[in-house]
Nanobody, 130 residues
Framework: VQLQASGGGSVQPGGSLRLSCQTF????????VGWLRQAPGKEREWISA????????YNADAVKGRVTISRDGAKNTVYLEIHNLKPEDTAVYYC????????????????????????WGQGTLVTVSS
């Protein structure tokens, strides 16, 4: 499995960005693609995830209302849109994934733990500054 994150850049406060995570080799119907970020000097934090095949989305409280996660199955890509960007959103954003031959159980309790994920892409840097 390979994950390719892209879409980072420099944005002014209040702006928006759409990050992309293209996946290669995720072949199991049951899979989760998530996004985490690591701000300078801080620990990595989970922010959002997309579950297949049910299409359910999960967002961390810290970004709820400002992020939208979606998936384009034809392109094997999961998108993370972040709106009303703030300087504290400055971070390296990573996409991550896990797949399973059977449906996940208790997914909501697992997806926020970066240790649960099995595959990682390289990060893409988002800088929010005026």
């Amino acid at each position: 499995v390979q994950l390719q994150a892209s879409g980072g850049g420099s944005v002014q406060p209040g702006g928006s960005l759409r990050l992309s995570c293209q996946t290669f080799g995720i072949i199991m119907t049951n899979n989760v693609v998530g996004w985490l970020r690591q701000a300078p000097g801080k620990e990595r934090e989970w922010i959002s995830a997309f579950s297949s095949p049910d299409g359910k989305t999960y967002n961390a409280d810290a970004v709820k209302g400002r992020v939208t996660i979606s998936r384009d199955g034809a392109k094997n890509t999961v998108y993370l849109e972040i709106h009303n960007l703030k300087p504290e959103d400055t971070a390296v954003y990573y996409c991550t994934a896990r797949q399973s031959p059977v449906p996940f159980l208790n997914l909501a309790t697992l997806i926020g733990d970066e240790r649960w994920y099995r595959h990682w892409g390289q990060g893409t840097l988002v800088t929010v500054s005026s």
